[in-house]
């Protein structure tokens, strides 16, 4: 193009850009609050994410963007001038939270990686999962999940919260783990994540002893990727604050678990990341769901390279996928045996992880919390793990996870109770991030 050219598309591009944000806006514009700004709830089923039995038609005052006050009718008083919001019949429960999310650029996409992962945000939050933990970017994606973090505290965002980890902390030596570390916490990111594989290529116990002591040193809690039992117990002896995968290899014992629930160590099962491995063997059924269809702007292109013949045969072929089979029914197992011991349970997916197809941002959370329940968890466990027990967990922002005075008012408002049935999470109403209804209406 020639400099003329370029600068003309470049205006094109951006009236482009100014029009489709106009057009985004209008949703919000035309349900836009009363002069006070301050918006009543009324009438809804609250399931607040702390474990507390539900309130019933209970109200919600939401004042820029921050919970002000919830309680029963009787307990609240709402302000004058407040818009309300008639909720009666529905369930409101707090936004998601995905503990292990990753916020990857997609290679294959023409959209730049500011838009691509602004799609994918906006997705997460479509189906109601108004926070994420990244726990893994790429060098592309690196700063710019970074500065999308960093622009998150206005009251008019219109796609999920994101908190990134960066790129996983490594090193060769104990030098070189502190080093990476330094890198991050000079990021400002908020959470360390390593890997140990159980593989002769793992970081040794000293190696990843001093990531996690240089991490702690800069106020960083350490996320750690791990499938064996050996490795679990090492990494937690370490100092390790949360096993970001499950346990896979057999049993937790009980004096595990119970070390494990002393020391508060969260544990994220990301079940689905392991049904990803092996499902796409052949078509699966919840690609007809129209829930599923929801996200299909962002899903179709990997939907076309798994319904491929030849990609489902080589699934079907691959012994190490054909393996997790084994694995996930463990996973099931001990996720039950630590949510009964009573360790701090965090709904996590690994959605999202560039170049692992089918892990989709959105759509899984809701799998995911499903799977947790027949793994043998109550939905109000499950809706704890997914909420306030991952808000407690991450630690990444003590102003999301719950429906209490002083949180961001990130809401999902369902059609139908969820304790009934964990899947009534599907029935979306609305989402709200930050008091901004960003997608459902009355
Ligand atoms: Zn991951």
New binding site residues.
Partial sequence: MTRISKMLFAVVASATVAVLAIIELQPSMAQAPAASGVVALTGARIIDGTGRAPIQQGTVIINKGVIEAVGAPAAVKIPNGAARVDLSGKTIIPGLINA?A?LNFDQATKRSVRDDLILRLKTYANYGVTSNVS??SRPVDELEGLKLRDEQTHITLDRARLYTGGINAVGKTPEEARKSVDRLADLKVDVIKYHINGTPNDMTPDIYGALVDESKKKGLRTFV?IFYTKDAKSAVDKGTDVL?HSIRDKDVDPEFAAELKRKNIGYIPTLTRDLSVFVYETRPAFFDEPFFKRGITLYGSEVEVLINPANQQKVRSDKQAQAIKPALQQANRNLRILSDAGVPIAMGT?SG?EGNPGRWQGYFEHLEMEMMVKAGMTPMQVIVASTGGAARVTKVDPKIGTIEPGKWADLLVLNANPLDDIRNTRQIHSVWVGGNRVTGGN
Avoid: K
């Fill in positions: 292990h990753h726990l893994g990727h970001a690994d992880a």
